[in-house]
């Protein structure tokens, strides 16, 4: 005789445990029961994977830094248990701010959301990284304009983390600057102060979503003419 059985567990679970199912069968004759038929261990798993966009990480980025997208990616699960991640799963999406518009590798440009999963490379320890020809060669971006990375991920569970990315501006535009003080030529008997003007210009003029990302700092050199030598913040040494 042939019987399907069914059991409904009054539960709860508690989430993030190891737990095994053991089979047996008892006889209605009281004949006694099977020693152990089956058994399956299994872990109740609801905690999504936690991702950390770990490049970009400034507020602003220049040429040459965002060759290659990065993050990290850890999901808590039992104890002794191995990672439940699915790395297939891993994915970024760049979002340019100004318009909410993501990018698509095809036709490689922004596009009204949604734009392309750009499935990450694990890279092992939790690191997964992606990079195009788009990046390397700094084409995905636009001097002045805000954007975003965001990383998703999903563990063998179903259950789906995600991350937004920090704003940061993409900006490739080079300050200028000009000396007011001394005057070139000038024939003085002392200078207490040299002085001058820094701008760091908005890329895009007229443009209500572009910005510079601001000035850093202005570093100057003094030099001596006749041995060469520069200032070293206390003598010509």
């Not at 905690?47 to 770990?54: G, K, L, M």
């Not at 979002?95 to 392309?116: C, H, I, M, Q, Y």
Request: hydrophobic share 35%; charged share 15%; proline share 7%.
């Amino acid at each position: 005789v042939t019987n399907d059985w069914l059991y409904a567990f009054p539960g709860p679970w508690q989430p993030s445990k190891n737990y095994t199912v053991d089979l047996r069968v008892c006889n209605s004759s009281e004949g006694g029961c099977s020693g152990v038929l089956n058994t399956k261990t299994f872990v109740i798993d609801d905690a999504a994977p936690i991702n950390v966009v770990t490049t970009p990480s400034l507020a602003a980025h220049r040429a040459g830094q965002l060759g290659t997208l990065y993050g990290t990616v850890s999901d808590p699960t039992a104890p002794a248990q191995p990672n439940s991640l699915l790395p297939s799963t891993v994915y970024f999406r760049v979002l340019r701010d100004k318009d909410g518009r993501e990018w698509a590798v095809n036709p490689s440009t922004f596009v009204v959301a949604p734009g392309t999963n750009l499935v990450g490379a694990d890279e092992g320890g939790g690191l997964f990284s992606y990079t195009t020809t788009y990046l390397s060669t700094d084409q995905m971006f636009e001097d002045g304009y805000l954007y975003r990375v965001n990383l998703f991920a999903t563990d063998k569970a179903g259950n789906a983390g995600s991350v937004t990315g920090s704003l940061f501006r993409y900006d490739i535009s080079v300050p200028t600057a000009a000396m007011t003080v001394p005057i070139p030529g000038a024939k003085i008997n002392t200078l207490a102060t040299i002085s001058g003007t820094a701008r760091d210009p908005n890329p895009k003029l007229g443009d209500a979503n572009s910005s510079p990302s601001g000035m850093q700092g202005v570093d100057i050199q003094i030099q001596r003419q006749f041995n060469g030598n520069y200032f070293n913040g206390a003598n010509f040494g």
